[in-house]
Structures are given as structure tokens and as C-alpha cells.
């Protein structure tokens, strides 16, 4: 059985100041903003708004001062993260570069492409996608098929990437794709910094259950990726990519992306609160503070060079019931209509949620590859 515990989070000098800045900027800049949009904040893109959380030294808050970071600690990244959540901002265009990709990068990306890259994610002005699953390989990630081939002058990539969240945005794409055998699962594939205007990359949208397009489908004909795309060993993708995840999977994102909705319901029960529902919102109120603390350990972890894969799982598994329990309960507390186009706040937002809400625990990993990974991880199997 691997460690299982979550440490107490690192402490850090006092961040009320940090955390009222932070707030003071949101109200300014999101006033009239309103709860059809702010329900979207993980999900809502404005590359705007980017640059000027970039231009405040919010977005690579821990990367070295060398890199365009501000070697701020994680317990000061994550208030900005959950105040930026918490206001409902629209945080799409940088959230998968400072999550994950940058971070990869600055552990075992070139020298090259972490002075290339890294100063302008941190400026807020360059965006990723996340190139994992694929058409046949979602879950089971080591059967990717799209293959980088060595040839004159880099790698040639054939293949489809699907479910790619904002390639149509993004400059760039983190690609995890086959370079060894077909049977070497693990052994036999890499990671490559893709730039999405290269030749020969056809990004197509698909829509989700709403009709909204933020996911894509990506096709990769005869891309020629030059040698210095390669991100680490060749052969270590999957690795890499385990490592990724981690990020990827225990952030304040994996418990409050229906959190706008709690507030919403707290606002809109208000004085005629019966004492049931405000058992069940004291309920939530409470899992959601036990999954911050859970969370805040897991970027202690991080922090300090850990992977924290095991845990990580544990949150986000956690955090997707919580988020996908908010919805079901609003709408026994509530007798209203969830409508997504609705100009009543509640019902837009509940409306978009219920819409949202069966993706939560099959983005970054689904519900039954996390609960294997947990048991895998305390000896169960
Ligand atoms: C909103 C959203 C955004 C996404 N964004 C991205 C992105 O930006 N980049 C990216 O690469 N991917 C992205 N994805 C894809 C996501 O990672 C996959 O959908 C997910 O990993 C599941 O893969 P799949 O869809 O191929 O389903 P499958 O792997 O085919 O799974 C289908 C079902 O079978 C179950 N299952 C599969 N294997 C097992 C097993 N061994 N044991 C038990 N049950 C199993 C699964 O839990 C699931 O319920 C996104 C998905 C969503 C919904």
C-alpha cells in the first residue's frame, strides 16, 4: 500500500492582504457580470481577461523569477485560484497552462522551451490543450495509436486527438502520442510540444449537451514537428503524463464548479430558509470545506516535488460527487424550472449546471478509473 495520507497544508505568510486584492480586482472588473456567465468560470473563456490576471503576476505565481513566474508559494497561488472560482471568473484561456502544461514544462522541459514559453503563459498571453484521448483510448490512455515517427528534421505525427478542450483557441497543444511499439504500452511513447498552426493539424469543434463548443476534435496529417518539440525522454510519456495528471486532477476546480450555484441557492432561499434546507446546505457547505483541506494538502505535496497521484484521485473523485450532488439538491429545494436561456439568475444557472453536471466525473478521468486507481493505491488490488 502506497503513503496515504494527506499532510496538513503548508503554511505561508499571511495571505489576507493577497486574498483581498484579489477579491477587490474581481469586483471591479466582473461588476454586472452575471450568473449565467460567472456558473461558466472554469469553462469560460476570455483571453482578456487572462492577460490582466497575467499583468498582476496571477497566472505562474510559483515558477522562478527566471521564467516569467513569481516564486509565490502554493498555498498564495491557491487563493487566487479559489477567490478566482469562487467569483464565477473566466478563467478557460490560461487555467490548462498554469495547471498543468507550464508546470510539465518546468520540470523536464529544454532549457529552450521553458524561456520560449513559460514568460508568456505567465503573461497571460499563450495558451494549451491538452492532447490525450483519443477516438479508442480515453481511459486506457496506453492505447493511444496517434504515432510520431522520427524523420529528417524532427517527427512526423499521424493520428486524432478528440475531446480537446479549447484547441480552437489554444496557441499550442501538450501531444501525448506513440513512438515505440504498439506493445510496448508504456515504455513506447512521448510527450511534444505542439504549436496548433503547424500544417497539416485540422481542429474541428463538437458540441456538448448545452450546444456550447469547447471541445474538439483534432486531426494530425503528416505534422513535421521539429526535433526540439520533444518535452523530456523519449519514451517516458507515459511517465510524464502520470505526473500531469496529478495537477490536473486535485485542484479547487475538481470540487466548485457548481459552487456559483450554492451561492445562488443561499441567496435565492434566503430569509424563507426551512430547516431542511438549510441541513442540506450545511451539509454541502461542510464536504466542501473538508475537500479544500484535502485539496490544500495535495498542492503542499506538489510543492514539494511529491506526485501525489493517489491522493489527487481522491479529491477529484470526491470533489465530482459534491459538484453533481449541488444540482440534485437545488432542484428538491427549489420549485423552478432549470432554463438555460432563462434571464432569472437561479434558473439559467441551475439550468447550465444540470446540462454540465455528467461531465464532472468523466473530465480528467472517469469516476471508475479514479476508484481503481485509489484501490490500486491502498493494496486493494
Ligand atoms: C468536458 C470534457 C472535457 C474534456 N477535455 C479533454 C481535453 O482537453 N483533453 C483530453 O485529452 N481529453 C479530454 N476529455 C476526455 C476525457 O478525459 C475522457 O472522456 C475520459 O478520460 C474517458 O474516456 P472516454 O470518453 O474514451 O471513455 P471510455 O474510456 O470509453 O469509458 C467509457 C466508460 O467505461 C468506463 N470504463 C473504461 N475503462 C474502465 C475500466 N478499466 N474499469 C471500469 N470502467 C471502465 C468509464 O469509466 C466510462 O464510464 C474531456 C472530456 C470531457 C467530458
Known amino acids: 500500500m502506497q503513503d496515504f495520507s494527506f499532510p496538513a497544508p503548508p503554511t505561508a505568510p499571511d495571505t489576507a492582504e493577497l486574498r483581498a486584492e484579489v477579491r477587490a480586482f474581481l469586483a471591479a472588473e466582473l461588476a454586472g457580470y452575471p450568473a449565467a456567465k460567472r456558473i461558466r468560470s472554469w469553462s469560460g473563456f476570455d483571453a482578456e481577461f487572462s492577460r490582466k490576471l497575467g499583468q498582476r503576476g496571477w497566472i505562474g505565481m510559483a515558477w522562478p523569477k527566471q521564467y516569467g513566474g513569481h516564486e509565490r508559494s502554493a498555498l498564495e497561488r491557491y487563493v487566487v485560484l479559489e477567490e478566482l472560482l469562487a467569483a464565477g471568473a473566466p478563467v478557460a484561456a490560461h487555467w490548462i497552462a498554469d495547471r498543468q502544461s507550464g508546470p510539465l514544462l518546468l520540470k523536464v522541459g529544454t532549457e529552450e ?13 499563450f495558451f494549451f490543450c491538452i492532447g490525450m484521448s483519443e477516438p479508442d483510448s480515453g481511459s486506457d490512455l496506453a492505447a493511444v495509436r496517434t504515432r ?17 478542450t ?17 506493445d510496448d504500452r508504456h515504455g513506447g511513447t512521448s510527450q511534444f510540444l505542439v504549436d ?27 505534422v513535421l ?3 526540439s518539440a520533444l518535452i523530456g525522454q523519449e519514451g517516458d510519456g507515459w511517465n510524464q ?4 495528471l496529478a495537477y490536473e486532477r486535485s485542484g479547487p476546480e ?6 456559483v450555484l450554492f451561492v445562488e441557492l443561499v441567496r435565492a432561499l434566503g430569509s424563507q430558509m426551512t430547516p431542511d434546507a438549510a441541513g442540506a446546505l450545511g451539509r454541502l457547505g461542510v464536504h466542501l470545506v473538508v475537500l479544500r483541506r484535502l485539496s490544500r494538502s495535495v498542492a503542499g505535496m506538489l510543492q514539494d516535488g511529491r506526485n501525489p497521484a493517489l491522493q489527487a484521485s481522491v479529491v477529484k473523485d470526491l470533489g465530482a460527487l459534491v459538484e453533481q450532488e449541488i444540482p440534485e439538491i437545488a432542484r428538491q429545494l427549489m420549485a423552478m424550472e432549470p432554463d438555460l436561456r432563462s434571464h432569472d439568475a437561479l434558473s439559467a444557472v441551475l439550468g447550465y449546471s444540470i446540462l ?13 478509473i479514479l476508484r481503481g486507481i485509489i484501490a490500486r493505491g491502498l493494496g486493494l488490488r
Open 113 to 125: 522551451q521553458k524561456r520560449s514559453i513559460l514568460p508568456r503563459i505567465a503573461a497571460g498571453e
Open 356 to 368: 454540465n453536471a455528467p461531465a464532472f466525473s468523466l473530465r480528467g478521468g472517469t469516476r471508475e
Open 196 to 222: 496548433l498552426t503547424l500544417p497539416g493539424i485540422t481542429i474541428r469543434p463538437i458540441a456538448d449537451l448545452s450546444g456550447a463548443r469547447h471541445f474538439n476534435e483534432v486531426v494530425f496529417e503528416d
Open 166 to 182: 479549447y484547441a480552437h483557441h489554444a496557441h499550442a497543444m501538450i501531444l501525448y502520442c506513440r513512438t515505440g511499439a504498439a
Open 148 to 164: 510520431a515517427v522520427p524523420v529528417e528534421g524532427g517527427w512526423r505525427v499521424n493520428g486524432t486527438k478528440l475531446w480537446t
Open 254 to 259: 475538481r470540487f466548485m464548479s457548481t459552487f
Open 225 to 227: 514537428l521539429p526535433h
Open 241 to 244: 503524463v502520470m505526473s500531469e
